[in-house]
């Protein structure tokens, strides 16, 4: 088996064997092209050769991977090793996805496929390998990854290398316009009374010491979600977040936090309307409540303004049609759990996250 960079022309290949991962299919089809385009990544695949056995009990071989590339990540230069493949109708086994992270401190490891008659031959296990040489190459501390909490096989393949969990999490994909949401609405007079509000810069210090006394800051992995994958929620994040007006806080009379979500308005990969909270964090649980409507209403509002600015043509279908839907992927609690039960939800999932010290 070699490891080598992907190459544009293995996607049909690959796309073959990444259909029906899951219950719903996959997603390797619409972020390959990114994957493949990221600079401070490496998307790689398997090749079949003459010592792997597949599942059929056809025999191909194992042979250590030699690889040769550049990459330039921030005037690192990393060279390895490539072998050209000049074996005539070899094609891909196995697919994963690696990338260093903005900090500059972890890898972010995703996207593991294996073709199915080659599984159990430790195809993923090189592949994980590969990924944290290349962390250790740019220069990483730590490598993360997600996984499904149903997931038993790559949960035990993680943890066999060392994996440890470190937070739980929940995403939920709630319909807004359904009949259940309305049994836990807030009035308006009650809103304004928790004193709801987006976040300025001059909350900035008050937001940062809210989460470093939070528990729920802790219990996360000190982590926020974005496009399918975790980062830290630090400082410098809390900035950026309040300058585009994304983080929304519930305070006391006197200026005391008492929670904190973040909302993002610019979608993932191919999925431009979409509407996330992706941090949720209070001290209570009508406070929770009470900010997960007070973001709901900020969609309600992005909606109706979108719907204005619109250029009404009866030839094409509205951008907004059928964007009534909210996802929320949060570190999982009870006082969340227990809020969601009154939503129309779509799907849901549990996931773990994974972190291994390099």
């Known amino acids: 088996m070699k490891i080598r960079l992907a190459k544009k022309s293995d996607k049909d290949n690959i796309l073959r064997f990444c259909t029906d991962t899951f219950t719903w299919g996959d997603y390797i089809d619409r972020v390959f092209d990114i994957w493949y385009q990221e600079p401070h990544g490496e998307l790689l695949v398997a090749e079949e050769s003459n010592d792997i056995v597949d599942r059929n009990g056809n025999g191909n071989s194992v042979l250590e991977p030699n690889r040769q590339s550049n990459r330039d990540v921030n005037n690192i230069t990393i060279t390895a090793n490539l072998i050209p493949n000049t074996a005539k109708n070899v094609q891909p086994i196995a697919l994963s996805h690696v990338i260093l992270c903005p900090n500059k401190k972890r890898v972010w490891i995703e996207g593991i496929r294996v073709k199915q008659r080659f599984r159990r031959n430790k195809v993923a296990t090189t592949l994980i390998d590969e990924m944290l040489q290349f962390g250790r190459r740019m220069g990483a501390i730590e490598a993360s990854a997600i996984i499904s909490i149903n997931n038993t096989a790559s949960r035990s393949l993680f943890e066999k290398k060392g994996f440890n969990s470190i937070s739980k999490w929940g995403y939920y994909n709630i319909q807004l316009n359904g009949s259940k949401d309305s049994r836990i609405s807030i009035s308006n007079q009650s809103r304004n009374a928790l004193k709801i509000r987006i976040a300025a810069i001059e909350d900035l210090d008050n937001v940062w010491d809210y989460l470093r006394c939070s528990e729920t800051y802790h219990l996360s992995g000190e982590t926020y979600f974005k496009a399918w994958r975790w980062y830290y929620l630090s400082y410098e994040k809390i900035v950026d977040f309040i300058k585009h007006q994304n983080i929304i806080i519930i305070e006391k009379d006197n200026k005391i936090i008492e929670g904190v979500a973040i909302i993002n308005y610019t979608g993932y990969w191919d999925k431009t309307i979409v509407f996330q909270i992706v941090y949720l964090d209070s001290t209570s649980i ?66 773990l996250l994974y972190n291994l010290s390099l």
């Open 286 to 351: 009508s406070k929770l409540q009470a900010l997960l409507f007070y973001c709901i209403d900020l969609y309600a509002v992005s909606l109706s303004d979108n719907n204005k600015n619109y250029d009404n043509d009866n030839t094409r279908s509205h951008p907004h049609s059928n964007s009534n839907q909210l996802q929320i992927i949060s570190y999982l609690t009870n006082e969340l759990s227990e809020i969601m039960n009154n939503f129309e939800i779509i799907d849901s999932a549990q996931f």
